[in-house]
């Protein structure tokens, strides 16, 4: 039987674009071979063997916004058809999720979710983190990619966008 793996989590939070003030929601989806787990559950050594994103169908999305807590997003939610990493995703691939309602009656009983995916287990992916988790909790990589949007001009730009929103 090949590998698997099992998550078991609320929809995950929104990725915030502070550039936009959107959100995005997907799982970050990264397969390590060889790596070890360690007592506070992260991982050393291995390597990646998958980098992706795994998304919701944008009509379950749509629904789930009007469910508690979702429905006091006061950002705007960006659908999949405009969301860049989506795009490039599906470019043959298929990175939606499948899923059926735990209840048919009531979305906010949750949902059941899966997806299958080969990894070619000799491939050695580079994974460069938007941020790390230390021991003083988390903390941005500035050379990754959420920190070199705009030329590395990332935190101006937002005080940029909040000043505009003020106005």
Request: glycine residues 8%.
């Amino acid at each position: 039987m090949p590998p698997t793996s099992t998550v078991s989590s609320l929809l995950p939070p929104s990725t915030i674009s502070e550039a936009t003030c959107t959100n995005y929601i997907f799982f970050l989806a990264i397969v390590y071979l060889g790596a070890t787990k360690q007592a506070n559950n992260t991982i050393t050594g291995g390597r990646a063997a998958h980098v992706g994103q795994l998304y919701f169908d944008q009509s379950l999305l749509t629904n789930i916004d009007k469910v508690t807590p979702y429905n006091t997003n006061k950002m705007k939610v960006t659908q999949n058809t405009a969301d860049f990493l989506f795009m490039q995703g599906a470019n043959g691939d298929d990175p939606i999720v499948r899923y059926a309602m735990v209840n048919p009656n009531s979305l906010a009983d949750g949902v059941f979710a899966w997806i299958r995916f080969g990894i070619n287990q000799q491939a050695s992916k580079s994974v460069n983190p938007a941020a790390w988790w230390t021991a003083k909790g988390g903390v941005m990589n500035p050379k990754g990619p959420v920190a070199q949007m705009y030329g590395g001009n990332f935190g101006k730009k937002r005080a940029e966008q909040l000043e505009e929103d003020e106005e």
